[in-house]
């Protein structure tokens, strides 16, 4: 996104969207799924997810907010969504590297990783992956 443009409404729900996506499969944000737990239609997470609809309740931000884990804050403030972002992205990589190391027989990780940063935390779990298709391979 430009300097010179401000993040919108949208913007914040999608990137939500695509990071619960990312962490518990695409189903789990459905527009129908977001919006039975809101207690708002399909068409109106439609609606919010392609800026047509630009100025909710402020009942509707909370429900979005308690249904993606975030603070309302991450609506309006930027700098709150930033550091949310960075939270749900090391939460992603903990994940694939857990799955990872499951799929692979790797035990005891998290402990001696959980220092690292999401990029490092994907590195490991895409070396994980590569060594265990090299075994499986060999």
């Known amino acids: ?13 999608n990137t939500l969207i695509e990071k619960k996506a990312r962490l518990d499969g695409q189903d789990s944000v459905a527009d129908q ?8 239609s ?7 997810r392609t800026g047509q609809e630009q100025n909710p309740k402020i ?7 308690q249904f993606f884990g975030v603070k309302v804050g991450y609506f309006l403030d930027e700098e709150l969504a930033a550091v949310a972002d960075e939270e749900l ?11 990872a190391a499951e799929r692979n027989g790797v035990k005891g ?23 265990g298709e090299a075994e499986a391979d060999a």
């Not at 992205?89 to 799955?99: G, I, P």
């Open 89 to 99: 992205d090391s939460l992603v990589a903990a994940r694939r590297l857990q799955e």
């Open 1 to 13: 996104m430009g300097a010179d443009r401000r993040r919108t409404l949208a913007d914040a729900l």
């Open 109 to 131: 990780i998290n402990a001696r990783l959980c220092s690292l940063s999401p990029d490092s935390l994907l590195t490991v779990a895409r070396l994980i992956e590569e060594l």
């Open 42 to 48: 399909r068409t109106t997470v439609w609606k919010l």
């Open 33 to 40: 799924v977001i919006g039975d737990h809101i207690g708002k």
């Open 59 to 65: 009942e509707t931000l909370e429900a979005l907010a």
